[in-house]
């Protein structure tokens, strides 16, 4: 596909379960970043890859949030011991590098219940 | 990151042009300053950005000042279309190892009335 695709689009889980959001980022893009946001919010980030590795994990909020970009490509947003305050909407962008703009997914909206 | 200071919402009348203001007064020389808007439910989309000089594109045009501390984008001719949450973000770039972070604020409430 020609944008960002993030999956699922919505997820509904039980207070305390585990789950996992994918994101495809354009082909050949090496920068992918996460963000979140709330209702009425601007997106917080959370996390910044460049290639494989994380360049900059300053925004996950505590350790039961991680990220993972194995080849440098798909990337999976990993969420242990879910709460009510995890829920939001997940955002995911990606960039050719440095200076360059970053597209946007559609985002996967998460409700903890 | 710079901070950045927008108005928290806006008029602007379709097919007139809307200006949306952006401060940005501790931006550094390796700073560029992005321009993205939201609407509703979608993710943030690109509009533009720029470094020192004022650019355009299809979407809009970005005047910067001279000292850099301040910044407009022009929707030229606004249609209802337009109506979303503009942000103006000032992005940390430099040589070597990138570093490409978006810091999102509240961003500007723009509302095209017919």
């Known amino acids: 596909g020609a944008g960002v695709s993030q999956t699922p689009s919505n997820k509904v889980t039980e207070k305390g379960k585990y789950v996992e959001l994918r994101c495809d980022p354009i082909?050949?893009?090496?920068?992918l970043y996460w963000y979140r946001q709330s209702l009425g919010q601007g997106p917080e980030f959370l996390i910044y890859f460049q290639g494989t590795g994380a360049a900059d994990d300053s925004g996950l909020p505590n350790d039961r949030f991680f990220a993972v970009r194995p080849e440098g490509s798909v990337s999976t947003l990993k969420i242990q011991r879910t709460e009510r305050g995890d829920s939001a909407v997940y955002l995911c962008?990606?960039?050719?590098?440095?200076?360059?703009?970053?597209?946007f997914g559609q985002g996967t909206r998460l409700t903890v219940v | 990151d710079a901070k950045t200071t927008q108005p928290t919402s806006m008029d602007c009348a379709e097919g007139r042009a809307a200006n949306l203001p952006c401060n940005h007064s501790?931006?550094?020389?390796?700073?560029?300053v992005y321009w993205y808007r939201q609407i509703h439910s979608q993710g943030p989309q690109y509009i533009i950005h720029g470094l020192k000089n004022n650019e355009t594109n299809e979407m809009a045009s970005l005047i910067i000042t001279e000292d850099r501390k301040s910044s407009t984008l022009i929707l030229p001719h606004a249609t209802l279309r337009d109506t979303a949450v503009y942000y103006c973000?000032?992005?940390?770039?430099?040589?070597?190892?990138?570093?490409?972070?978006?810091?999102f604020g509240q961003g500007t409430i723009l509302t095209v009335h017919p």
């Open positions: 962008a990606s960039s050719s590098g440095w200076g360059h703009e970053a597209f």
């Open positions: 082909s050949g893009h090496t920068a």
């Open positions: 973000i000032v992005r940390v770039g430099g040589g070597g190892t990138s570093y490409g972070k978006l810091t």
């Open positions: 501790t931006i550094s020389g390796n700073e560029y």
